[in-house]
């Protein structure tokens, strides 16, 4: 199929609502409009025949960004989030399908444990004694439009097509509208479905590049970059790979100069990458990794204390599903998912101890699963166990369960659909806290 051919299939009407009911209906964000996905539904038809037809004919353009800031902790300057519309949202994920597949050959999309498992497997190699790793100052901000277009225009010559990513990496993010407001004219908003496979668009020459070289292992997850080298060459390896970046607008810095920032190190006195902490043969999460899963584990028994139902089934479901992580929408989510190349098992003995102790410190009666065995059940029986639940094998009969024995709805009186999309909307929302467990995971 052409490219024309792929586009117009994943901005097809039909395709259009699909993607709303698989990424859009149960989120809660609202854009600038403040319209939210419920008040979306009732216009559904007409909105995504507007999309629809104004995609294909070249003509649609974003809306304006609401800006949502995250801290990234204390004395840091937060991050900004670009919250779109609901109708841009759709838009967006269907340009993300899109981009992902007509680069399906060119880029390659590893989860962060899947890259952590190749850069376990290349140490215990026993080839590399060093390692870089490399800090990418304000990436999303610095990604030059002319440059992107320039990379883009090798797969796609339409220029339509082209325009549309344009206006989503153009729109502006604003905290309040103003006819004053005028495009961006550099960077990519962070935060969009789109945002990462066009960082990886960006970066495919320099991937390219930097993973045919024999003498080193070469790893990037967004803006985290890590190379395994022999320890002669790796100030000259460093310095070649802060210049490549430089020449397409990125500041990386250089380790030699800014060494709090960037670094060069024996992979014999241990290094931390994507939230992980490598020394020797032992592989373990990084303390401000663990620290953070703590704070949400006392969050949920003081969610509890305060709650005016005080029900401990329903902070039992919460703390199992923080335990265990669970399989959303055909993805692994939670932090034994993340955190699954660990070989740390006194860690895990710890969270259970821990948790132990803020039961008896809630005083409440319940007995949780156990960090131990959901880690072993992810390890070995991953497809096979009952232990870490899979939703999307629920039919309606336990959709029901779980409305109304954790959350206390009556769905005596809900038609079937209305059960599917309960059921979705309220675990969206406890399935995205579990995603935040693991959310910027490469900052102290």
């Known amino acids: 199929m052409t490219v024309g051919g792929k586009f117009e299939k994943h901005f097809s009407v039909e395709n259009l609502k699909e993607t709303f009911v698989s990424h859009v209906a149960y989120s809660r964000a609202t854009g600038i409009d403040n319209l939210d996905q419920y008040s979306f539904i009732a216009q559904l038809d007409d909105q995504v025949e507007i999309l629809s037809r104004k995609c294909l004919a070249g003509t649609y353009k974003f809306t304006k960004y609401k800006l949502k800031l995250v801290s990234k902790g204390r004395n840091k300057v937060p991050r900004e989030i670009s919250i779109p519309t609901v109708r841009d949202r759709i838009a967006l994920r269907s340009l993300c399908n899109f981009l992902a597949d007509i680069y399906q050959k060119d880029i390659e999309f590893n989860l962060p444990q899947n890259i952590v498992k190749k850069v376990k497997n290349d140490i215990g190699s026993g080839g590399y004694d060093t390692c870089i790793k490399l800090d990418v100052a304000d990436f999303y901000p610095s990604i030059r439009h002319k440059e992107m277009v320039s990379r883009l225009g090798k797969k796609i010559r339409n220029k339509d097509i082209k325009n549309i990513i344009l206006s989503a990496i153009t729109s502006p993010t604003v905290s309040v509208s103003r006819v004053t407001d005028s495009p961006s004219n550099k960077g990519v908003p962070q935060g969009l479905a789109v945002s990462n496979i066009l960082a990886a668009i960006y970066l495919i020459n320099i991937d390219r590049y930097l993973s045919s070289i024999d003498s080193i292992k070469y790893y990037r997850y967004v803006d985290d970059v890590l190379i395994l080298c022999d320890g002669k060459i790796a100030d000259e390896i460093a310095e070649m790979v802060v210049g490549r970046f430089r020449r397409i607008g990125l500041k990386v810095y250089d380790p030699l100069k800014v060494p709090e920032k960037s670094s060069i190190g024996l992979v014999s006195k241990g290094f931390s990458y994507l939230g992980y902490f490598f020394s020797g043969s032992d592989v373990t999460a990084r303390v401000g990794s663990v620290d953070r899963l703590r704070q949400f584990l006392v969050s949920i028994f003081t969610g509890y204390k305060y709650s005016k139902q005080k029900s401990e089934e329903f902070l039992l479901w919460r703390l199992n599903l923080r335990i265990t992580g669970c399989i959303y929408e055909n993805k692994s989510k939670g932090w034994l998912f993340f955190f ?52 999307d094998n629920y039919d309606l009969g336990k959709m029901k369960e779980v409305l109304v024995k954790y959350f206390g709805l009556d769905v005596s009186k809900y038609q079937d659909d209305e059960i599917e999309f309960e059921f979705k909307k309220r675990l969206s929302r406890q399935v995205k806290d579990l995603q935040v467990d693991v959310m910027d995971f490469s900052y102290s």
């Not at 008896?360 to 880690?375: H, Y």
């Open 340 to 391: 699954s190349e660990i070989n740390d098992e006194h860690l895990l003995h710890s969270l259970d101890h821990y948790i132990n102790k803020l039961i008896k410190r809630f005083d409440v009666g319940i007995i949780p699963k156990r960090f131990v065995r959901a880690f072993k059940e992810l390890s070995y029986r991953k497809y096979e166990t009952n232990y870490i639940p899979n939703f």
